[in-house]
């Protein structure tokens, strides 16, 4: 029988947040589609407002929609309830054939069980030393030993290697089709995508240093464009254009217009955020900044098709504008 008339099996996959967490696991699918290509059809596990992302890989077919998030702020809402039950019924009505919990919590495993239909879906995660929650590695049938010192990608990069019997190519790959269409946004000259805004201030570099780094870049030829999410963050990206030659201010974007825009960036400068993964995807030359934070388990990284990927930084530390410039120079690119 010929492989195509074949039916694929049926994988659940649960990881359900955040942003970062989601595309850290794009390379471990991407090598399963080729090293097992046409076997496995993907349904994600997500939470709600990460769907979008879980989308973006070609290995997801479908997406099962996890509200937790929300339904924690009303517990005692009738609606609420409803919704789990709506949320269970749909984790049941499929039968997979089999389940791989890369989150390792005790709230992912609790969803993973409520899939297994009593244990009679194999289920696959982190062993016990390897896991995040070593208490939720009592909830999965098979467990994997996974070095804990590897970076987020790497980690789910050799746990599918594992449960699937392969060996993970030296570099990894985001498996994302680099989008042929460009936005309306996208500025029709070389530019820069400077990614300020973060969650924790501690984890935001100085404005004086993006507008210095600005000013470097423009005598380079590149004009700066500046992202933002919030209020707080288009206020201070406006404080930096305006002392920024050509600098451009964004108007709020959808992670797909921002991926359209970033496809075609000549360079871009993140600190420890979302975006800076999303950035990560694009292989585009990338420079992570950390301050409040480490790198080694999730900074950006070199991929087959982009060498030019470097972190600076740490928790506790803040790059110099002459250590980003320095490694801008030592990409080459300009």
Known sequence: MKRSMIAMKKLLLVKTSSMGDLIHTFPALTDLSQHRPNEYEITWLVEESFADIAKMHPMTKDVIIFGSRRWKKNLFNRQTWQEFGTFKKSLRA???????????????????????????????SYSKESIRDPFAARFYQHGFSVEKGLTAIERNRQLFGKIFNYTPALL???????????????????????IHGTSAENKEWPEHKWIEIGH???????????????HREKERAERIAQQVPQAIVMPKVSIQEAGLILSKAALIIAVDTGFAHLANTQDRPVIGLFLGS?????GVIPTKSNPHAVNLGGKGEDPAVAE???????????
């Open 324 to 334: 980003v410039i320095q490694t801008i120079e030592g990409f080459g690119i300009l």
């Open 172 to 194: 990894a790959d985001f498996g994302i089709q680099h989008w042929n269409e460009t936005s309306e946004l996208t500025p029709n000259k070389p530019f820069a995508a400077l």
């Open 216 to 230: 470097w870049l423009a005598e380079k030829g590149l004009i700066s464009i500046l992202f933002w999410g919030n």
């Open 94 to 124: 499929k039968q997979w054939d089999l389940i791989v919990d890369c989150q390792g919590l005790f709230k992912s495993a609790m969803m993973t069980r409520i899939a297994a239909q009593k244990g009679t879906i194999p289920t696959y």
């Open 294 to 298: 480490h790198a080694d388990y999730a």
